[in-house]
């Protein structure tokens, strides 16, 4: 069974940086695609980043692009998210996630394993 542990989230300054992590086991992953997705109080999960298990095309929400980024240590078998130049809109819950086929996917559901999700909070 597929298991997805985040870590990494916490307080941090407008302007700041994080390093989420997602520890990833159980599977074999090596024709998975990685993402990483949030979500805000009262409002949907949205995609953020993801990038095949292997490495490769990395792809990223508008709203992060130049600022986060995302990459992959195969031999740790986990998966990273820099977010540098944070703002207070990127405050939610960040999920890492995976699904069994490599691809640009953005909706929440072509994933089909989840974290449990770590929380980014962004504040003065």
């Known amino acids: 069974q597929v298991q997805l542990v985040e870590s990494g989230g916490g307080l941090v300054q407008p302007g700041g940086s994080l390093r989420l992590s997602c520890a990833a086991s159980?599977?074999?992953?090596?024709?998975?695609?990685m993402g990483w997705f949030r979500q805000a109080p009262g409002k949907e999960r949205e995609f953020v980043a993801s990038?095949?298990?292997?490495?490769?095309?990395?792809y990223y929400a508008d709203s992060v692009k130049g600022r986060f980024s995302i990459s992959t240590n195969n031999a740790k078998y986990t998966t990273y998210l820099q977010m540098d130049s944070l703002k207070p809109e990127d405050t939610a819950v960040y999920y890492c996630?995976?699904?069994?086929?490599?691809?640009?996917?953005?909706?929440?559901?072509?994933?089909?394993?989840w974290g449990q999700g770590t929380q980014v909070t962004v504040s003065s």
């Open positions: 159980g599977g074999t992953f090596s024709r998975y695609t």
């Open positions: 990038i095949p298990w292997s490495g490769g095309t990395t």
């Open positions: 996630c995976s699904a069994r086929v490599v691809g640009m996917l953005r909706s929440p559901r072509q994933y089909d394993y």
